[in-house]
C-alpha cells in the first residue's frame, strides 16, 4: 500500500471516526472503501450509454419466429419449463 496524507474538515473528520466505528473497521480502510466504490462508479455505464448501446443492437439478430412479439409469455414459460407450478 502506498501511504498518502489528506487533509479533512472537522465535521468530514468526524463523521467518518464515528462511521468506521459503527462499522468496526479503521478510518483508513473506510477511505479505501469509499474511493473503491468511487472508482467503480466512474467505470460504470451511464444510463443513457447503456440506452444507447442496447438500441443499437435493435433489430441485428432474428429468432426465426414469426409471432414471437405477440406470444412472448409462451416462449418464455416453454423456455424455462414450468418454474411457476
Given at each position: 500500500m502506498i501511504r498518502t496524507q489528506i487533509q479533512l474538515t472537522?465535521?468530514?473528520?468526524?463523521?467518518?471516526?464515528?462511521?468506521?466505528?459503527?462499522?468496526?473497521?479503521?478510518?483508513a480502510e473506510l477511505i479505501r472503501q469509499s474511493i473503491e466504490n468511487f472508482i467503480r462508479a466512474r467505470n460504470q455505464l451511464t444510463r443513457e450509454e447503456k440506452r444507447r448501446k442496447a438500441l443499437a443492437i435493435m433489430g441485428q439478430f432474428s429468432s426465426g419466429v414469426s409471432d414471437l412479439s405477440t406470444n412472448h409469455d409462451q416462449y418464455l414459460a416453454e423456455a424455462y419449463g414450468d418454474f411457476g407450478e
Open positions: 472537522e465535521e468530514q473528520s468526524q463523521t467518518l471516526k464515528e462511521m468506521a466505528q459503527e462499522r468496526g473497521v479503521s478510518m
